[in-house]
């Protein structure tokens, strides 16, 4: 699944759904795992498996490596948060890597455009005395700089899978302007049942494959 397809599809259909829809396009019912071994996925994935993403090759999988850590709560479905610990096996073809940190990276910012229009249409119903918070100056700009996060990720992701390591930034990207949006929401962006548990989840997805803090349930 390239990165648009990942975008527009996560903004309208949500996390899991998309997520699942990005696995599904894996060959060889493989387990992708990020460089600390970590992956989350659909509950399905890690049954179905045959072969990991060890680095950026594939190789055979020991089921018996796959370590479950907990789960991870999102408005449209649980999604199974796991670490590998085999060894690495002999090296078969190599991992489409960059292709999978673009799709995961359009997820993510079809999530963030979504969280977007949450912020909008909430700012848009709360008034300071007459005037909508959405007109205020410092909400404008808190806006603008959220938004221009956004643009330069997605222009970045237009046409071929910039390298891993300029992805690496455009996740970071993201997270900083989902974390711009949260802060606009006030309290209502941070329940549980909220639009910061999408943001908590689209983080942990960085997490496992980009590397960062470990998951810990």
Do not use: N
């Amino acid at each position: 699944m390239i990165a648009e397809e990942a975008r527009r599809g996560a903004r309208t259909g949500g996390l899991t759904a998309t997520l699942t829809a990005m696995h599904a396009t894996l060959a060889d019912r493989v387990l992708p795992c990020g460089p600390t071994g970590c992956c989350v996925l659909p509950e399905p994935a890690l049954h179905d498996a045959g072969r990991v993403w060890t680095g950026d090759t594939v190789a055979a999988l020991d089921p018996a490596a796959v370590e479950r850590l907990g789960t991870v709560e999102t408005p449209d479905g649980r999604l199974a948060a796991a670490r590998y610990r085999g060894a690495p096996g002999p090296a078969g073809a190599p991992a489409p890597w960059p292709d999978w940190l673009a799709a995961l990276a359009g997820l993510r910012l079809g999530l963030s455009e979504a969280l977007l229009d949450v912020t909008v249409a909430h700012l848009g119903d709360r008034r300071v005395g007459d005037t909508p918070l959405l007109l205020q100056q410092m909400i404008k700009g808190a806006l603008a700089d959220a938004v221009t996060e956004q643009i330069e990720v997605k222009v970045r992701l237009t046409g071929t899978p910039p390298p891993a390591g300029s992805l690496a930034w455009l996740h970071r990207q993201i997270t900083t302007a989902d974390r711009m949006l949260l802060r606009l929401l006030g309290a209502s962006g941070f329940t549980a049942d909220g639009p910061g548990a999408v943001v908590d989840a689209s983080e942990l997805l960085a997490d496992a494959w980009i590397g960062g803090e470990e998951w810990t349930p």
